[in-house]
């Protein structure tokens, strides 16, 4: 079965770093790849995605990367701010199957 | 504007009884899903639906129904066999299936039952 996985559960940063999330799954012959953002009791807002022939997407501070080989995704965000305060989920499309989403990335920004 | 409405927000049910959760999608979207989302976990799936009058069980089926009669409507009946069903319900939707199709959500509806 596929999982996806998300380190570090929770992330606390200062204003203006730059930073990574981590997502990690099992599946090398995905579809594409999916970043998301949710705020506290809210639906999910759909950041990047990566289709499977594709590297990296990016929009303003946000890029996301995929490397399929070593079954990897990193989202960094430059110049972080405290709206950018959210859970950030990963998901993964295997195509055959229904999605497979991670546990999420709390992420603090601290002003 | 387009995107997937949900009502209600909130919802209060006592045990023992069904409850129908809405939603409602205008983007004209094939596709159609509902998750659970519980403190600390991702989402699991519950349904989904590719297309009007079809729909198949995701992970966690058990105690739940939905019926998909209109390509906008998807709504998710918690039945009274559902052991616990306080959660948050996301819909979600993709205009189809494929590598450069994104999914999109509602905003939820937070289900207490007690």
């Known amino acids: 079965k596929q999982e996806v996985t998300q380190i570090p559960a929770a992330l606390s940063v200062p204003e203006g770093e730059n930073l990574v999330l981590n997502c990690s799954f099992t599946?090398?012959?995905?579809?594409?790849l999916q970043w998301f953002r949710q705020d506290p009791g809210k639906g999910l807002t759909s950041l990047l995605l990566?289709?499977?022939?594709?590297r990296e997407q990016t929009s303003g501070r946000l890029n996301a990367s995929l490397d399929k080989s070593s079954g990897r995704s990193t989202l960094y965000i430059a110049a972080s701010q405290p709206g950018d305060s959210a859970t950030y989920l990963c998901?993964?499309?295997?195509?055959?199957?229904?999605?497979?989403f991670g546990k999420g990335t709390r992420l603090s920004v601290i002003a | 504007d387009g995107g997937i409405t949900q009502s209600p927000k909130y919802l209060f049910r006592k045990e023992g009884q069904n409850v129908t959760l809405s939603c409602e999608q205008n983007?004209?979207?094939?596709?159609m899903y509902w998750y659970r989302q519980d403190p600390g976990q991702g989402l699991r799936l519950i349904y989904y639906?590719?297309?009007?009058?079809?729909?198949q069980k995701g992970d966690i089926a058990e105690g739940y129904s939905v019926s998909r009669e209109k390509k906008e409507s998807f709504p998710l009946t918690v039945t009274s066999a559902q052991k616990n069903p306080t959660a948050f319900y996301l819909c979600?939707?993709?205009?189809?299936?494929?590598?450069?199709?994104?999914?999109?959500f509602g905003p939820g509806t937070r289900l207490t039952v007690t």
């Open positions: 998901e993964e499309d295997p195509g055959n199957t229904p999605l497979v």
């Open positions: 990566i289709q499977s022939s594709q």
């Open positions: 979600a939707s993709t205009l189809g299936q494929g590598a450069i199709y994104e999914q999109y």
């Open positions: 599946d090398s012959a995905i579809y594409n």
């Open positions: 983007l004209n979207h094939d596709a």
């Open positions: 639906s590719q297309i009007v009058n079809d729909f």
